[in-house]
């Protein structure tokens, strides 16, 4: 199949690759990647000419009808956005849409840079002043992203929605164990901010350290397919921020459970929660946010992801609704320092 995949960029694909400003040169070789839970229905060609470190193009090949659907979204995201001067430079440009053997097979500019994951992996950008320099990067991109595609407001969380946002995890799970005052403490949270609407923007949908590419011209986001418009409850700076905390090497390379991870991020007096901490609440003052209804909104998006439903906005294979029940019930356990006051400078 990869053969016939390269052949086809050499020839069939070619002429119009190239007048898409991409300039192939035989031999080309090509990595297959992907999740290996979900290689049957979808991966991704990364496409490298004889001369170059970095993929001259990627193929993204869908096999099922579902991920040819998801495809055919992320393609119209692509030509969307890009068009956008705004967001241009930080997402990978379509190139063209093909079929070959009941595939459909999406070719993409290729993006110079490593991934914000590989290089934790790596052990390199762990230390603070790293991790600082990243946040911020990380932040400015989704900011601009998120001012990009702001369409209006959405009303804050209720105190209904709240409750029967509550009623929906206890109808699954049952046996929740609720700290003393916890629910009390969400349905204020949600009647003190009655009167606030949130921007309505759109959403990444799969925004974390694995679709972050690093390169000395800045940061490039891929892998569009969870896409949304109009959502207000900030996904992607949870969905970033949570998992950051759980692929970080806390432990050099023994790895810890997700659970673990998640609080050392989140709950405990260390460097790296306490900076997740000033970055995510800096990252909603510039939204005139203020720290305890941020807390409701990362409650809230706990609940959602520990649902079934939130297979819709997280793309990932097999669903993990019950890893993020679990982070939900620590957290809920903890003692968030997103709710700690400032310190008093004297």
């Known amino acids: 199949m990869i053969a016939e995949l390269l052949a086809k960029v050499e020839t069939e694909w070619r002429a119009d690759l190239e007048q898409e400003g991409v300039t192939i040169r035989p031999p080309l070789s090509a990595m297959k990647i992907g999740d290996l839970d979900s290689m049957n229905r979808k991966f991704n060609l990364l496409i490298f000419d004889q001369h170059e470190k970095y993929p001259v193009l990627v193929l993204r090949v869908a096999h099922t009808e579902e991920q040819r659907a998801l495809l055919i979204n992320e393609c119209v995201v692509l030509g969307d956005l890009t068009r956008r001067a705004a967001l241009s430079d930080s997402m990978p440009r379509l190139l063209g849409i093909y079929e070959h053997q009941n595939l459909l097979i999406a070719a993409e500019q290729g993006c110079a840079g490593i991934s914000l994951l590989a290089l934790m992996f790596r052990h390199q950008h762990t230390s603070p002043v790293w991790v600082r320099r990243d946040f911020r990067l990380v932040c400015d991109t989704l900011h601009k992203f998120e001012r990009a595609t702001l369409d209006g407001t959405l009303p804050f969380p209720n105190p209904e929605q709240v409750r029967e946002k509550i009623v929906q995890i206890v109808s699954h ?174």
């Open 173 to 346: 799970y049952r046996s929740i164990e609720w700290p003393k005052g916890c629910l009390e403490r969400l349905v204020k949270i949600a009647d003190e901010n009655r009167e606030m609407n949130l921007p309505g923007f759109s959403r990444h949908g799969d925004f974390w350290a694995g679709n972050l590419l690093l390169s000395p011209h800045g940061l490039r986001v891929i892998d569009w397919e969870g896409y949304s418009q109009h959502d207000g409850l900030f996904h992607d700076i949870f969905f970033f921020m949570t998992n950051y905390a759980m692929f970080y090497p806390w432990h050099g390379w023994k790895k810890c459970s997700d659970e673990t991870a998640f609080k050392n991020g989140f709950l405990e007096n260390n460097w790296l929660a306490l900076l997740i901490k000033d970055t995510i609440r800096a990252f909603f003052y510039k939204w005139n946010i203020q720290p305890r209804a941020v807390y409701l909104l990362l409650v809230l998006f706990l609940m959602e992801m520990s649902l079934p439903a939130s297979i819709r906005n997280d793309p990932r294979y097999p669903p993990q609704y019950d890893k993020w029940f679990n982070l939900f019930q620590t957290f809920i356990h903890g003692k968030p320092l997103l709710l700690e006051p400032e310190p008093i400078s004297i």
